[in-house]
């Protein structure tokens, strides 16, 4: 983040409601927001912590506009967006704030940068070029548009140099785009399209393209801000004619007058750049011109004698598949690509590879392609069927994307080698199980990540699902389908995601997509089965559940496992049934959930004390510990300093918590029973409802039992003087059994 050097003051109402996070100095401050430089204590890892004030909070219209930017934040993930951390709210009343946790980034804004030095070099500019329209191309793939691309806004990292792209404080969908004053009122004037300027018109993504050109031209031109009313009628000669209109044309007034996409005006900047240097290197060739026509005379004589006419460059040839690389040659470069091979395989199949500047726009050829085909997206089989479109490989992180039709063609889009290849056989089944091996796009089943998904799945008789079908999950990196265990359910599918922000993407837009409302339960037979909510083991959360229906009656329930990054469908007719199923098995497997939960704790699960406090626990009881969350820990003993420790199911109780005192007085404290005589919980008969003491085998204490008012679980609570340990058992059904365990396997000894 850019540093203004300013000391953090000490801020205790930050502080005591973020404990989290160690400030350390304040970054910026503005009439919104105040950004710190903080030290994440969980992770040992500097971050930057901004904090919406609690005035603009209160107000609802801001509030609602928060949570949609935060969103918007969170859902985006690119190596030149600043990645969001966590997001949320802290505080009650008038007193209430937002913030947002993001990576730390040591450097300067760009506009610093440009002011310190006064301009840019061509080359420089090029690279800002390249790595913001590459951010903003990915936001605009999700349909988010910018509307505030301006120097501050984007971070030059000071160790790499490399440019990021943050504060999408004003970003929106496109679908949801139209300007308002009060909305453009918060950009920076100087880098507003004339669109943004209205009331009257629906801005796009190539209002950013616009405001990418502004930014772009300062670099080069270093003008100070009051010059900028001026730009558009302002030239640059020194960088050549070409330069110049490559950037009077992403600043056109008509958005139907500028590059398509921000990629686009970063390739044919970089294009006008690489001219503008030929041009300077043979004007300086002239001054020595009877040298330069001797070394272009040796020259031409090496290539002639190196590179036969016809062979295409070794780069560009290192960008087509393996397999293809044997006979290749130079074609005619269709429009929009920088260069063309002609490759042929084994079996005389030829493959026309077309070699684009950027990934953004090889995609747009590769999407001119599919509109030509009139095929939909993300449907069919282009492994085993013959007409479809749909990303590559079937199981992995996507490389592309591909597009069969009319049996016999088939075009396929490569993003890291930004190509779009075309090929046409007689043979289409022949023609679909070579081009499978060119690309590695069907790997045998399973693939470890697969393997892993079958480790846990709760049912049997696994297979890939369709490449169209793991298509409709973003970020996923396999899928599996399978016959559910149990009953209840029709058939259950689970997918693998590459990270935790991933996971809960997909699932998040599953939710938009539902209109789901939150904290509906899939159960709840008095409504529509819509919801969704979080759902947890032993007071830990593990993700988020949705529960939907579909029009011909199938009900789905979808689930999120953050802990194993995995992702769980599925579906049924049944209700009661489904919920039923949901409820046994998708916790399955229980003890490697726990392992990941325990794993990924900070810190790691069991400390020291948590150790000790389990050698008391006996061993039938000490099942699928995890630590207690800290809302677990409010619920039971308030904000008693305790060692907690969590476990179950136990034969007695679905989950039961230890909490370990300092003395016998603190954990009286927190226990807060004053009930007389002995505790009517000793016996099965009776109401199962009441308090009092207990001596039982050496032990002493309080206990207090009853059940839950609306429900038949029961609970268990009691305290050990000798040990200053107090237990909190719940979720359970009979009272002989839980009154058995209680006095045979529950502890602590």
């Not at 951390?85 to 730390?104: H, N, P, Q, S």
């Not at 310190?116 to 548009?145: C, K, M, P, Y």
């Not at 997509?513 to 909510?533: E, R």
């Not at 820990?633 to 179950?648: L, Y």
Request: charged share 20%; proline share 5%; with cysteine.
């Amino acid at each position: 983040m850019d540093e203004t050097e300013q000391e953090s003051p000490d801020r205790p109402d930050i502080t005591r409601l973020l404990p989290r996070y160690r400030l350390r100095r304040q970054l910026s401050a503005t009439y919104m927001s105040e950004v710190f430089l903080a030290e994440d204590t969980w992770y040992k890892r500097d971050v930057a912590l901004k904090v919406i004030k609690p005035e603009l909070m209160r107000q609802p219209r801001f509030l609602s506009r928060f949570r949609r930017e935060t969103g918007i934040a969170a859902a985006l993930h690119h190596p030149n967006i600043v990645p969001v951390y966590d997001i949320g709210t802290a505080g009650e009343g008038d007193d209430a704030f937002g913030y947002l946790v993001m990576r730390y980034i040591e450097g300067a804004n760009l506009g610093r940068v440009v002011g310190d030095r006064g301009r840019l070099s061509l080359a420089e500019t090029v690279a800002v070029a390249r790595e913001v329209a590459a951010a903003l191309d990915a936001a605009h793939a999700q349909g988010i548009v910018h509307r505030d691309v301006k120097p501050a806004n984007i971070l030059v990292e000071a160790a790499t140099g490399r440019h990021y792209l943050c504060d999408f404080g004003i970003a929106k969908r496109a679908s949801e785009l139209t300007v308002t004053s009060t909305g453009a009122a918060m950009g920076s004037a100087f880098y507003w399209s004339p669109e943004q300027q209205t009331d009257s018109r629906s801005v796009d993504l190539r209002t950013d393209v616009y405001s990418l050109g502004c930014v772009l031209y300062d670099c080069l031109a270093g003008l100070a801000p009051a010059a900028l009313r001026t730009r558009r009628s302002s030239r640059l000669p020194a960088h050549g004619r070409a330069v110049d209109a490559v950037l009077q044309q992403a600043m056109s007034v008509s958005p139907d007058d500028r590059q398509s996409s921000c990629g686009e005006l970063a390739g044919e900047l970089a294009a006008a750049a690489t001219r503008a240097v030929r041009r300077r290197w043979a004007y300086r060739g002239g001054a020595v011109a009877g040298v330069a026509l001797g070394l272009a005379a040796v020259l031409a004589l090496v290539l002639l004698v190196v590179v036969p006419a016809g062979r295409p460059a070794q780069a560009d040839l290192g960008r087509v598949p393996a397999a293809l690389r044997g006979d290749c040659r130079t074609a005619d470069a269709p429009a929009g690509a920088s260069a063309a091979l002609s490759c042929r395989d084994a079996s005389g199949r030829t493959v026309v590879v077309s070699l684009f500047a950027d990934a953004a726009a090889a995609d747009r050829a590769y999407r001119r392609a599919v509109a030509a085909a009139g095929v939909g997206t993300a449907r069919g089989d282009c492994i085993d069927g013959s007409r479809g479109e749909h990303r590559y490989p079937a199981s992995g992180p996507a490389r592309g994307r591909v597009l069969c039709y009319g049996h016999t063609s088939l075009v396929w889009v490569d993003d890291r080698a930004r190509t779009v290849s075309r090929v046409t056989a007689s043979e289409g089944g022949a023609l679909r199980t070579a081009w499978a091996g060119w690309t590695g796009a069907d790997p045998s089943f399973p693939t470890a990540a697969e393997r892993s998904l079958v480790g846990v799945a709760a049912g049997t008789r696994c297979e890939r699902v369709t490449p169209a079908e793991l298509d409709t999950h973003a970020g996923a990196t396999a899928g599996i389908t399978c016959t559910p265990r149990g009953s209840g359910a029709a058939s259950v599918t689970y997918y693998a995601f590459a990270s935790r922000a991933a996971l809960r993407t997909d699932l998040t837009g599953r939710v938009k997509a539902a209109k789901a409302d939150t904290g509906t339960g899939c159960a709840h037979h008095s409504t529509a089965f819509l919801g969704t909510g979080r759902h947890d083991w032993l007071g830990v959360d593990l993700g988020q559940v949705l529960c939907r229906s579909s029009s011909d009656g199938t009900l789905r329930m979808d689930w999120s496992m953050e802990p194993l990054l995995v992702a769980g469908s599925v579906s049924g007719t049944d209700r009661a049934a489904l919920t039923g199923w949901w409820a046994q098995w998708h916790l399955a497997p229980l003890s490697r959930i726990v392992h990941e939960v325990d794993a990924h704790a900070s810190p790691p699960f069991p400390t020291k004390a948590e150790r000790a406090l389990l050698g008391h626990i006996p061993a039938v009881s000490r099942l699928n510990c995890v630590r207690p969350s800290p809302g677990q820990v409010w619920h039971d003993v308030g904000a008693a300093d305790v060692t907690g420790v969590a476990c179950g199911p136990t034969s007695g109780a679905g989950m039961v918590v230890y909490y370990r005192f300092h003395d016998a007085a603190a954990m009286r404290a927190a226990y807060n029973d004053t009930g007389g005589g002995t505790s009517p919980c000793l016996h099965a008969s009776g109401a199962f409802s009441g308090s009092g003491t207990y001596a039982q085998g050496g032990r002493s204490g309080r206990v207090r039992c009853g059940t839950i008012q609306g429900t038949h679980e029961r609970y268990l609570e009691w305290t050990d003087d000798r040990l200053a340990v107090a237990a909190y058992a719940s979720r359970g059904r009979d009272p002989v059994a839980m009154l058995d365990w209680w006095m045979h396997d529950a502890g602590p000894r």
